[in-house]
């Protein structure tokens, strides 16, 4: 910057007496420099039931799946990433819920059917990177019938409003059938 007089002052002697102004006009509002962390996720009904429903289909699918889908196909799984990772603390797999198509699709948002368990590993890593493969692994998973409810997800725009409610309690029943 070009150093200029202002007033009798000095550039220097300004930006010092500005910087001085701005630390005086804080002191003892020492609240108002506190960071806050930015809220990912929504506190609303609605939240509150996505975030419900996700946890119900995470149930299911690991009932359902008995745990990652793709230690079925270790053969054929790019080698690198035949064997399932992610572990907790207390040694357990991670698994995770995907969704096979996305979840912001109210079409298959809450539909188990295009959801599989797959571990941490392979839902962060190997899905990513091999993608048509991890795919074609997943239709042959889920099979024929699936595999076109699939497709006709992915071909449909068509906007859908979802009782999110009623759904819930759908999942609720479908979570009671694998808990026997």
């Not at 990912?40 to 429903?53: D, Q």
């Not at 790019?78 to 096979?100: F, K, M, S, V, W």
């Not at 979840?103 to 295009?114: C, I, W, Y």
Request: with cysteine.
């Amino acid at each position: 910057m070009k150093k200029t007089q202002i007033g009798a002052k000095s550039y220097e002697e300004a930006l010092e007496r500005a910087q001085n102004k701005s630390k005086q006009s804080l002191i003892g509002k020492k609240h108002l420099l506190k960071r806050t962390k930015i809220r990912l996720v929504g506190t609303s009904t609605k939240a509150e039931l996505k975030a419900e429903i996700q946890a119900i289909l995470r149930q299911i699918v690991i009932a359902r799946d008995g745990g990652c889908f793709l230690r079925n196909y270790e053969s054929e799984v790019t080698p690198q990433y035949r064997n399932c990772g992610g572990y907790r603390n207390d040694d357990d797999l991670i698994l995770q819920a995907e969704h096979l198509h996305s979840r912001s699709n109210a079409n298959s948002f809450s539909d188990s059917r295009l959801v599989v368990c797959v571990c941490q590993r392979h839902h962060i890593y190997y899905k990513p990177q091999h993608s048509a493969e991890y795919n074609l692994l997943a239709r042959k998973f889920i099979g024929e019938k699936k595999s076109l409810l699939w497709d006709k997800v992915i071909s449909d725009r068509s906007p859908v409003k979802v009782d999110l409610k009623l759904e819930l309690i759908v999942l609720k029943q479908e979570l009671k059938k694998y808990e026997k």
